[in-house]
Structure formats: C-alpha cells, structure tokens
C-alpha cells in the first residue's frame, strides 16, 4: 500500500494546503482592512497546518470533544507565531495590534475546524480506499467553497469599500480600505452625489422600465409559442424546438453593427422604443426553450378534459395551463428581468441622451478621469444591490425554472 493511503499522511497534506489556503485568504483579508502589507507567510503557516492536521488524525473518537479541537487550534497558531517570530503575518505586532489578534484567531480556527471535519473518523494508520477518497473529495470541496467565495466577495468588498472612501483617503493609501467611522453619514457623500448631480434615481426608474416591460413583452409572445411547440402538432414543429436556441450562436457583438446601422436609419436609435424592441429579442429565445419544457411536463390529460368539457383551447391556456405553470412564469419571468437589468452593449451603443440612460449605461458614463472614482464604485454598488437582492430572495424559482426544460423533451 502506498504511504499516501495512510491516515497521518493525508492528515499532513491535507493539513499542510488547508493551512496555506487558509493563510492567503486571511492576509488578503487584513492588507485589505488595514492597509498594512501582511503576508501569509507560507513557509510557517503550511507546518502549523500540517501539524494540526497530525494531531487531528491522532486523537482517538473518544476524545473528539470540543477540548482537544481547541488545544489543537491553540496550538496551530501557536506554531505560526513562533515560526514567525512573533510576526505571523509580516506586520510589526505593535501595529494594528487587535487586528493581528482578530486574524490569528481567524487563521488558527479556519485552519483547524474544517481539517477536522475533513478528517473525521479518519484513522490513523492505513487507509480503505473510501476513506481516502472521501478526505481528498472533503478537501477539494472546501477548497472549491473558498476559491469561489474570495474571488466573488474580494472585487464585491473592493466596490463597496471604494464608494465609502473619500478621494484624499483613496490617493494617500489605494490599499487601505478600512472606513473612517467618524465621518457618520457622510461616508455616503459619493451615493448622495450621484441621485443629485448625477440623475441616478432616474435611471433607477429607466431600468426598471425597461425591464419590466422586456418582461412582459417576453411573456406575451414566448408563453403562446412555447405553448405551441409542446402541445400542437403541425409542419416544422420538431425543427423549430430543435433551433429555438440557435440565436445564441451568433454572438450579440457581431450583430451590433448591424443594429446600430439599420436603428440610425429608421429613427430608433436614442429612444426606449428601439431598446424594448432589441432586448426581447435576446431574451424570447431563452424563455421559449425554458418554457416549452415545462409545458411539456405537465399532464396533457389535464388540458384534454378542459377540451372534453367545452372549453375552447385558449380558455384551457389561460384556465388551466398557466396557473400549473405560474412557477415557471415566474422563474422565467426573474431570469428575463435580470438580463434587461444588467444588458450594456446594446445600451451604450444605442444611447447618447443622458436623460435615456438605463442604470448600466449612466455607470459606464462614471468611467471618466474627470469623475471621482468611488462614484463609479458607487454606481457599480447601486446597479448590483437591486437585482442581487432580487435573486436571492427569488432564486429557489430561478432553480426550477432553469432545471424544468431539461425535465422532458
């Protein structure tokens, strides 16, 4: 058996990568709060991992309590502090003092808890084959959690941070993101200044607009054609469920050109019109194929007795169909709103009038030597709160709704 396969050794390797991961992400963290220039320090803090990763591995089951854990986490970053001499992440321990603290105990506990749930029931001597893949599967898991959620949260922190600073702050120390609590209200002098000055409650209100009514318009011709290729029989039917999706071949940069020339020459350029009749284009496709999906999942014995008991086939739609396939309205109807919310190539390219602006187009406007940047940072942060609220508070329909065309047919 290769030395791999034993509980120790995948304790110290697992232990030895968890401890640097976990090291990056705090260091990041407390250069990013601070300001200061902390390393991770990799050469000290992977042993401190791998030794707590030993140690987890020894205690027997009986002693998997709360107190061995602890003295372990003790002990972890213990190693770390020592193999630094006494700067654990590269910082003189006379600055930023708490901080220092704060992020040691973050990197001891984030380095053992979860080496230790990877490592549960573990042995210490050799291995079965299931008991190290599912350690190495526990890792790569948590290490996919982590990779993922710093390279989300970071530029997310960076935006928010940035919009809160004053231009003084941000030219003294680009790096330090740490807020001035004593300013009180006025951290939010960027976001006062963009509704003021900068007409951004009006393009709050376009975006809106624009999206709501790319919703309905999606709906109103997607639901009967969906409906159309799940349920009618009729020439072309299997090619045209077949293609619905093919637009997406052609990438919207090719076709920009085209668009921006024959919407100059027919006056639709400059105008919400020209926009709410590009932007269901994009989105009638998607909510087709979503749709006709589910209306393929639904009993048709269902709507076959509606026609049974007299009802014509437009009452069956809006009787009976729709209301099984509010759900997916709803999912689709979420996912349409948040392409016409977040779309910027078609409106930077067909709007010139400040007073058309959707909220992506008066963000790019912010891109200006001459504009501030944390009013950028801050017109980033009022175009993305909006829709990520929506989402969250709506994502168990965006799920079913993208699971549901794929459930049949």
Same mark, same amino acid.
């Given at each position: 058996?290769?030395?791999?396969?034993?509980?120790? !050794?995948?304790?110290?390797? #697992?232990?030895?990568?968890?401890?640097?991961?976990?090291?990056?992400?705090?260091?990041?963290?407390?250069?990013?709060?601070? =300001?200061?220039?902390?390393?991770?320090?990799?050469? %000290? %803090?992977?042993?401190?991992?791998?030794?707590?990763?030993?140690?987890?591995?020894?205690? /027997?089951?009986?002693?998997?309590? +709360?107190?061995?854990?602890?003295?372990?986490?003790?002990?972890?970053?213990?190693?770390?502090?020592?193999? *630094?001499?006494?700067?654990?992440?590269?910082?003189?321990?006379?600055?930023?003092?708490?901080?220092?603290?704060?992020?040691?105990?973050?990197?001891?506990?984030?380095?053992?808890?979860?080496?230790? /749930?990877?490592?549960?029931?573990?042995?210490?001597?050799? +291995?079965?084959?299931?008991?190290?893949?599912?350690?190495?599967?526990?890792?790569?898991?948590?290490?996919?959690?982590?990779?993922?959620?710093?390279?989300?949260?970071?530029?997310?922190?960076?935006? !928010?941070?940035?919009?809160?600073?004053?231009?003084?702050?941000?030219?003294?120390?680009?790096?330090?993101?740490?807020?001035?609590?004593?300013?009180?209200?006025?951290?939010?002098?960027?976001?006062?200044?963009?509704?003021?000055?900068?007409?951004? =409650? *009006?393009?709050? %209100?376009?975006?809106?607009?624009?999206?709501?009514?790319?919703?309905?318009?999606?709906?109103?011709?997607?639901?009967?054609?969906?409906?159309?290729?799940?349920?009618?029989?009729? /020439?072309?039917?299997?090619?045209?469920?077949?293609?619905?999706?093919?637009?997406?071949?052609?990438?919207?940069?090719?076709?920009?050109?085209?668009?921006?020339?024959?919407?100059?020459?027919?006056? +639709? *350029?400059?105008?919400? !019109?020209?926009?709410?009749?590009?932007?269901?284009?994009?989105?009638?496709?998607?909510?087709?194929?979503?749709?006709?999906?589910?209306?393929?999942?639904?009993?048709?014995?269902?709507?076959?007795?509606?026609?049974?008991?007299?009802?014509?086939?437009?009452?069956?739609?809006?009787?009976?169909?729709?209301?099984?396939?509010?759900?997916?309205?709803?999912? !689709?109807?979420?996912?349409?709103?948040?392409?016409?919310?977040?779309?910027?190539?078609?409106?930077?390219?067909?709007?010139?009038?400040?007073?058309?602006?959707?909220?992506?187009?008066?963000?790019?406007?912010?891109?200006?030597?001459?504009?501030?940047?944390?009013?950028?940072?801050?017109?980033?942060?009022?175009?993305?709160?909006?829709?990520? +609220?929506?989402?969250? =508070? #709506?994502?168990?329909?965006?799920?079913?709704?993208?699971?549901?065309?794929?459930? /049949?047919?």
């Amino acid at each position: 058996m290769s030395i791999l396969r034993y509980g120790y !050794v995948v304790g110290a390797v #697992l232990g030895l990568l968890w401890g640097g991961v976990i090291a990056i992400c705090v260091a990041i963290a407390l250069s990013l709060t601070t =300001g200061a220039a902390a390393t991770p320090g990799l050469l %000290a %803090a992977m042993p401190a991992g791998a030794i707590a990763g030993v140690l987890l591995v020894l205690r /027997k089951p009986e002693n998997s309590g +709360l107190m061995p854990v602890l003295l372990i986490t003790a002990v972890s970053g213990a190693i770390l502090v020592a193999l *630094r001499l006494a700067q654990p992440f590269g910082i003189e321990f006379s600055q930023n003092t708490m901080a220092q603290v704060v992020a040691l105990a973050i990197f001891a506990t984030g380095t053992t808890l979860p080496i230790g /749930k990877m490592l549960h029931d573990i042995p210490f001597g050799a +291995l079965t084959r299931h008991e190290f893949e599912a350690a190495i599967i526990k890792f790569l898991t948590g290490f996919g959690y982590v990779f993922f959620s710093v390279i989300v949260a970071i530029p997310f922190f960076v935006m !928010v941070m940035t919009s809160l600073k004053s231009q003084q702050a941000l030219l003294a120390n680009p790096l330090d993101y740490s807020l001035d609590l004593s300013k009180g209200w006025g951290l939010f002098r960027s976001y006062v200044e963009l509704f003021r000055d900068f007409h951004f =409650g *009006r393009y709050l %209100a376009t975006s809106a607009f624009v999206s709501i009514m790319t919703v309905l318009i999606t709906l109103l011709f997607s639901v009967p054609g969906a409906y159309a290729v799940a349920r009618l029989r009729f /020439k072309g039917q299997a090619v045209m469920s077949r293609s619905i999706l093919l637009i997406y071949m052609v990438p919207m940069i090719v076709l920009a050109l085209p668009i921006y020339i024959a919407f100059s020459m027919v006056g +639709l *350029r400059n105008s919400l !019109v020209g926009i709410l009749l590009i932007y269901p284009v994009t989105t009638i496709p998607v909510a087709l194929y979503m749709l006709q999906g589910y209306f393929r999942g639904l009993p048709a014995e269902i709507e076959e007795a509606g026609l049974m008991d007299g009802l014509s086939r437009l009452k069956v739609i809006w009787q009976i169909t729709l209301p099984l396939s509010l759900p997916a309205i709803a999912s !689709v109807s979420l996912y349409v709103f948040m392409i016409g919310w977040n779309e910027f190539l078609l409106a930077f390219m067909l709007l010139d009038d400040p007073s058309k602006f959707t909220l992506t187009r008066g963000v790019a406007m912010l891109n200006s030597s001459e504009i501030p940047r944390q009013h950028l940072m801050a017109g980033s942060v009022i175009a993305t709160i909006p829709i990520m +609220l929506i989402f969250l =508070g #709506l994502e168990k329909f965006m799920t079913k709704g993208l699971t549901a065309g794929s459930v /049949k047919g």
